[in-house]
């Protein structure tokens, strides 16, 4: 569905289900579809605000959606987390050989995610609108982080993110700027996206042409 689409389809279902549609729709974006999530918060702010007001507004924001769908979000985001921490070793011992990469390299970047700051990467990039969502959860699970220290500090993190989208919501009152800001957000998540995975693939790459050389070396000695 075109993103024109995703926003006229969340719009509607607020309009007509208020809260109950923006934590269903933090759920939807966390589990099964990739709809850019700060799309929902900025809609609900439009849409569910009547303040008139910034201190009125405030209250709303952080009450009638921020908390809401920062618990909708965290809970479903175990989801993409689960995957990752049962699944992510049997996935890289079986396939990681093609890729080049070891779990033994995966335990040494655990090690590092473990050195007692990986909860500030998780509130901190839960809480800038552009990243992924799943990339952050995926990465927790691979990287084996304490389940209920995920959860709070994504929490954390999900709440700034969400009450902020909402009072720009708010404040932008006008469906034509929100469809533009969406599409924005989208472009700039999508992008986000690509520069993680050539990011990984240049790595992949460069360490298959030092394996070749090496190998063509240790012909020729």
Known sequence: M?????????????????????????VIEEVFVPVPSPIIPMAAGFLLLDATTLPAAV????????????????LSSYFVYGIAY????????KYGKYLDISWEEIQHLEDHFDSGREKYYVAIFRAIPIVPLSLISGSAGLFKMDWKQYGIWSFIGMVPR????????????????LRQIAGLIDNLSTLVLVVA?????????YRKARDIYMMLIYRTA
Request: aromatic residues 10%; without cysteine; charged residues 5%.
């Open 2 to 26: 075109a993103l024109e689409g995703v926003v006229q389809l969340i719009l509607s279902l607020i309009q007509q289900h208020g809260v109950i549609a923006v934590m269903l729709g933090m």
């Open 59 to 74: 209250v709303q924001a952080f009450f009638l959606i921020a908390l809401p769908a920062s618990i909708a979000s965290v």
């Open 86 to 93: 049962y699944g992510g070793e049997p996935i890289v011992r």
């Open 162 to 177: 969400n009450f902020v989208l909402a009072l720009i919501g708010w404040w932008i009152g006008s469906e034509d700027y």
């Open 197 to 205: 995975v050539l990011a990984v693939g240049s790595v992949i790459a």
